[in-house]
């Protein structure tokens, strides 16, 4: 099979190789997928640019989303799984082989069925964006009737948590970068969506909110946890699951701890396997374009690999960076 491998850490044009490896064969538990589309994440690039599971496995094939067809089952699983249509979710994570290859192997689990009116290319869309949104929103009940700020309301995670939490009966408010995202994000269902680069963002929330908020999805934790004691309410959540610009942020603890505020920190990668179910059996169902909105920024023949990362990396990529490696499965 076509294979795209790196073993040292480094800029993709660098480290990534490109061959034929052996098939692999799933064993007791696991599914093969023969894969349509590799989705790239951030994530992905920043495990290959750091390298940072290299000290666990070597060589590493990257990429934890895509979508394809099982069409082989290890012992232990039900063999009517062939011929399934799944989306893929964390290929990669803790195990040396994603999705940037013509098949994947995988447990079971993590190779969920797509619902007959979703398409594979849909489906590569989901994993790690869908997942984030949907813990980010629900992890601490319902929602329904709820203010909701989702920072970065365009970004990947960002536009998926505006969805769900208008599917779910919320109301969500938004932060964008510019006011073209701004749009974007009302487009997709926010009440309202503001500029972050404009002054007084703080002043200009509680105006659209009608209020404090009952709940953040916060992509910048340690950028905007100064303003978060002003806008959200008592016994609120932040739920946060990056803090890139300021990886080592300090905060006001009285203030946040004299309103019972709950900051919630995760990774879904390290949920537990029953939480990670649960929200692939509660995503699975929504993610026809009838409730959900999927956007591919960039398709990439498959021996494009290198540049899919790089535009990933770059950041030029609005929405999912998809690979197409057999996407005639779309069809059969």
Known sequence: MRVFWYD??????????AGDWPQPEPDAGEVRVRLAYSAINPTDVKR?????????FSPIVPNNDGSGVIDAVGEGINPARTGQKVWVFGAQHGRPHGTAAEFVVL????AVPLPGDV????????????VTAYHALFADGEITGQTVLV????????AYAVQLATWAGARAIATCGSDANCQE??????????????????????NAAGGKVDRI?????????????EILKTNGTIATYASDAVPEPSFAFNALMANNINIRMFTIYELDPLVQDEAFQEVSPVLSSDTLVHRVGERFPFDDMIKAHEAVEAGTVHGVAQ???????EHQ
């Open 217 to 229: 999805v916060e992509v910048a934790f340690g950028a905007n946890i100064a303003m978060a004691p």
């Open 323 to 329: 690979v197409l490696v057999a996407p005639d499965l």
């Open 48 to 56: 290959r640019a750091s390298g940072r599971e290299l000290g666990l």
């Open 119 to 130: 398409s594979l290319s849909e489906g590569a869309c989901a994993g790690v964006p869908v």
């Open 107 to 110: 447990p079971a689990r993590q």
């Open 8 to 17: 040292r850490a480094g800029a993709a044009a660098e480290v990534l190789q």
């Open 185 to 206: 994000a009302v487009d997709l269902g926010a009440q309202a969506a503001l500029n972050y680069k404009e002054p007084d963002l703080a002043a200009r929330i509680l």
């Open 151 to 158: 920072t970065g309301g365009a970004g990947r995670v960002g």
